[in-house]
């Protein structure tokens, strides 16, 4: 009895020993296959680090950043002829009613800001209001270009 018993054992062990060599071997495989698609790894130089980790975009929380328009040269020797002011600065919002901007030639939208009186029309224009920079972004304007160019939305507007 004592024969089937070490007979069976023998068995057993070597049935156990091939189902480890076999996990042995498929493990094995498995880390040959990971290290085949092992990636190498990148240059540290301070400049290749700071390239990898630059932002990828900018959030600004509050008021946009006012991106100043090219200096209106033939505006400015114009002597404020408000027309073009507002065709090369100020259409770019007015002209599609961009962040609540008062659209051309709409007088509903114009009518709340005519009330307030042309002092504070002029005013909000030269120093910017909500999301509206000052000079509509080109601070080359004088006082009277700007001016120029509130009153010609105004008369596009009547």
Known sequence: ?????????F??????FLIVLLLVKVLLATMQGVAKNVVALDS???????????????VYVGEAPVIA????????????????????????CHSTGMMNSPKLGNATDW??????????LYSNAINGL???????????????????AVDYMLSEAQ
């Open 44 to 58: 540290m130089a301070d400049e290749d680090v700071v390239e990898r980790i630059k932002p990828v975009a900018e």
């Open 130 to 148: 909500n999301m509206m920079p000052a000079r509509g972004g080109n601070p080359n304007l004088s006082d009277d270009e700007v001016k120029a």
């Open 11 to 16: 068995v057993g062990s070597i049935v156990t």
């Open 1 to 9: 009895m004592d024969t089937q018993k070490s007979g069976k054992f």
């Open 111 to 120: 009518a709340p800001r005519i009330e307030k009186g042309m002092d504070t």
């Open 69 to 92: 328009a090219a200096p209106v040269a033939e505006v400015s020797s114009a002597g404020g002829n408000g027309e073009k002011i507002v065709a090369q600065v100020c259409a770019m």
